[in-house]
């Protein structure tokens, strides 16, 4: 019978040389735990990870960063990993109004267009959530707390399109220690300044805590190829824009052979990882910028990260939703800020701080079978932010049409408003 033995006691450093023990000797965990607790692990990571490059040993050891003060630019760019695992905070649900706004520019124009973004935020909160009451009245039965909590939440979908990239925001990473080398050995090249610096101070951080697994120094080899791979590819822009396309690289008769297994799949049930060999399927689509933070979650392929501007315009849903007073307001400002950013002073990536989450952005991503399924699913239903629902509608109608053995459990209902998001919450237990 085999033996189970639950060890999380231990230091990263500590934790990833007990498993590396494994690899040269067939001792018991409990042996090689005295070995450790006897030696340290600090000369261990360093001859053996940093000295003769066994990468896999620093897979074995993990720890987690607590991110505050970045602006949402920056938090996408250290989410840009398709290992990335951690949470950040969610302009649908909490208030950021006090949230601080970077302002690179630092200029006079360049403060009232922040200001003049938050100020709609901040006057348009209450006006809406009443017109929200009137349109989505509560019923009998309803909650009257989970009620608001869901009134409040539909207006944060909303108002979050005028919040300028440059608010602040945290997040956690949770992260072995090769997988933090490799991200942050690329994000110290990134185009944006703040990412290049929050990059060097976690680095900073993490050498300070564990120096043996984090002493490298890459060659000027390394470093060249870095920066121009960085300077060419941190971000996507497609021109002219696509509105919305499919194109499955993936075969099509060799896919027929599973079809049992593609028509017996239960809801909310993944498919064997074993069909993403068949290939990949890539949309590309008009997306705003806050609901292409939602669909970046999905790291089981690749998401691009798209430059933010006014080129492509406003996502119109996010207009549609506001009173007529509130629209016109909302309509007169985007016109006063679009022309104040165009004859701002600075570059397209910093342009990105000024720019509010509402301007579409052009998107492309590419997955496996298995992941594009579980997406369109996931982000088919009614708890979904509506813009992002749209596109999931949209990938479902081109994966049916091009790929009928394909069974899919998307829920494509009309209607978007949904008490539930008022328990989608986490509250203290009194």
Not at 18 to 30: D, G, H, K, P
Not at 86 to 108: F, H, K, N, W
Request: glycine share 4%; with cysteine; proline share 5%.
């Amino acid at each position: 019978m085999a033996k189970i033995f639950l060890i999380d006691e231990l230091k990263p450093e500590d934790t990833a040389m007990l498993q590396a023990l494994y690899s040269r000797s067939a001792e018991s965990v409990a042996v090689h735990l005295d070995k450790v607790k006897a030696s340290g692990s600090g000369r261990f990571m360093e001859q053996y990870y940093i000295g003769y490059g066994h990468d896999s040993i620093a897979d074995c050891g993990s720890t987690t960063l607590f991110i505050e003060g970045l602006s949402i630019l920056a938090d996408k760019v250290l989410q840009d990993w398709s290992l990335y695992s951690g949470q950040e905070t969610s302009t649908r649900y909490v208030d950021m109004s006090r949230q601080p706004i970077l302002d690179p520019l630092a200029t006079p124009a360049s403060k009232a267009i922040l200001d003049d973004w938050l100020a709609f935020y901040n006057n348009a909160g209450e006006p809406l959530k009443e017109h929200l009451r009137r349109l989505y009245p509560r019923q009998a039965d309803e909650d009257e707390k989970v009620y608001e909590r869901a009134i409040k939440a539909r207006a944060f979908d909303i108002l979050r399109a005028w919040l300028p990239a440059g608010i602040t925001t945290q997040l956690s990473w949770h992260t072995n220690l090769r997988q933090a080398k490799d991200k942050l050995s690329l994000m110290l090249h990134h185009p944006l300044a703040e990412a290049r610096q929050v990059a060097q101070d976690i680095l900073t951080k993490l050498k300070e805590h564990y120096p043996s697994s984090f002493g490298y120094q890459p060659t000027a080899e390394q470093e060249s190829y870095r920066q121009a791979t960085m300077t060419d590819l941190a971000y996507y822009e497609a021109d002219p824009a696509v509105d919305f396309s499919c194109r499955i690289n993936l075969d099509k008769q060799e896919l027929a052979q599973y079809a049992d297994v593609l028509a017996q799949r239960p809801p909310k049930t993944c498919l064997p990882v074993i069909l993403n060999e068949l290939g990949n399927i890539r949309f590309d689509f008009l997306l705003d910028y806050g609901s292409f933070r939602d669909l970046q979650r999905h790291r089981n392929g690749v998401c691009r990260i798209p430059l933010l501007s006014t080129k492509f315009g406003f996502n119109e849903w996010y207009l549609n939703e506001l009173p007529d007073d509130l629209r016109q307001q909302g309509e007169t400002l985007l016109a006063k800020q679009i022309a104040a950013l165009n004859a701002l002073d600075g570059s397209a990536i910093d342009k990105q701080y000024y720019t509010a989450l509402g301007f579409n952005v052009t998107c492309r991503v590419a997955y496996p079978l298995m992941p594009t399924i579980y997406t369109i699913e996931l982000r088919s239903g009614k708890a979904v932010h509506p813009t992002m629902r749209a596109i999931a509608h949209k990938m479902h109608a081109a994966l049916a049409k091009e790929l009928p053995l394909v069974k899919l459990h998307s829920d494509l209902e009309a209607s978007d408003w949904d008490i539930k998001r008022g328990l989608n919450t986490i509250i203290e237990k009194k």
